[in-house]
Nanobody
Framework: QVQLVESGGGLVQPGGSLRLSCAAS????????MGWYRQAPGKLREPVAQ???????YYADSVKGRFTISRDNAKNTVYLQMTSLKPDDTAVYYC??????????????WGQGTQVTVSS
């Protein structure tokens, strides 16, 4: 039904920047919410940022002021612009989407995850 394809992960130095992308494809009515989660070694998976179809955003306290989430509805793509990266940002980042397959039927989908490593 829906596939999420991520790109943009990699190795960056502290203070550097990285942009993650996630494109949704398949058959669906609309994508209601898109977001990013991450899981660091020994830590629980946590939400990083989310954005609704109307542009309302959420950020975890740990990334406020440093990360920016955006989406291109025409391309069914969500982005996470990460700046001022810290070693604590090192984690596997997962794209997620709440998708209306048809009006009134919502399903959650996840990307495969992409590794972000912040180290000197």
């Amino acid at each position: 039904q829906v596939q999420l394809v991520e790109s943009g992960g990699g190795l960056v130095q502290p203070g550097g920047s990285l942009r993650l992308s996630c494109a949704a494809s398949g058959s669906f009515f609309s994508i209601d919410v898109m977001g990013w989660y991450r899981q660091a070694p020994g830590k629980l998976r946590e939400p990083v940022a989310q954005i609704t179809s109307g542009g309302t955003t959420y950020y975890a306290d740990s990334v406020k002021g440093r990360f920016t989430i955006s989406r291109d509805n025409a391309k069914n793509t969500v982005y996470l612009q990460m700046t001022s990266l810290k070693p604590d940002d090192t984690a596997v980042y997962y794209c997620a989407a709440a998708v209306s397959i048809v009006a009134g039927t919502v399903r959650n989908y996840w990307g495969q995850g992409t590794q972000v490593t912040v180290s000197s």
